[in-house]
């Protein structure tokens, strides 16, 4: 099987723009996790989507969101980019028990 | 507020040496996940533990969830250059369908292995 894809690799936006993220999971997975990864705070959790619906939700303020196809592909999209929003987008699919991750999106805000 | 304490966060040591890498909380885990890092790439998942006290074992690698499912240790034997990297441990808190997707990241061991 193929594995987690998200485009695109990397990215640099300037402040105030809005981005948007794309992953699409392992084929049959329906479970889709976004996550920020950043050398202070690390790894942490933004939302879930499962069948289209969004099933868990981090803390991060609205500007954060994403959704979910019915083909299980996700989008994330931060509007009203910050300095503090430069980081690793991850997204992981999951068939229950494990998660695995794509390679990420590296997002540089000037 | 840090769920899952790893420790160390950095460890430097020669080719041949053994190590542990702990992932400790006060909480109690459903399962927890062990994923290896390269600069610029996702994580890599390694092993997911399930029931307290299970020791799994990959190759050099061995794996152990605590009985209280609350801690968990990865150990390596004889470590090789090629295992440089950042090692995490992830906890899922429930297997409820409301919380199957999140997982909970310990801060991370930076592993240098020099030859």
């Known amino acids: 099987k193929a594995g987690v894809t998200q485009t695109p690799r990397y990215l640099i936006k300037t402040r105030g723009q809005q981005v948007t993220l794309s992953c699409s999971p392992i084929s049959g997975h329906r479970s889709v996790s976004w996550y920020q990864q950043t050398p202070g705070q690390g790894l942490q959790f933004l939302f879930e989507y499962f069948s289209e619906t969004q099933r868990n939700k981090g803390n991060f303020p609205g500007r954060f969101s994403g959704r979910q196809f019915s083909n299980s592909r996700s989008e994330m999209n931060v509007s009203t980019l910050e300095l503090g929003d430069s980081a690793l987008y991850l997204c992981a699919s999951s068939d229950f028990y494990e998660q695995y991750f794509g390679p990420g999106t590296r997002l540089t805000v000037t | 507020t840090q769920l899952l304490e790893q420790s160390p966060q950095f460890l430097s040591i020669q080719e041949g040496e053994n190590l542990t890498v702990y992932c400790n909380s006060s909480?109690?885990?459903?399962?927890l996940q062990w994923y290896r890092q390269e600069p610029g790439e996702g994580p890599v998942l390694l092993v997911t533990?399930?029931?307290?006290?299970e020791v799994k074992k990959l190759k050099r690698l061995t794996f152990q969830f605590g009985d209280a499912r609350k801690d968990s240790s990865l150990h390596i034997t004889a470590a090789q250059t090629g295992d440089t990297g950042l090692y995490l441990c992830a906890g899922r808190r429930g297997v409820s369908s409301g919380n199957t997707g999140k997982l909970i990241f310990g801060q991370g061991t930076t592993l240098q292995v020099k030859p």
């Open positions: 533990v399930v029931t307290g006290g």
């Open positions: 909480s109690v885990f459903s399962s």
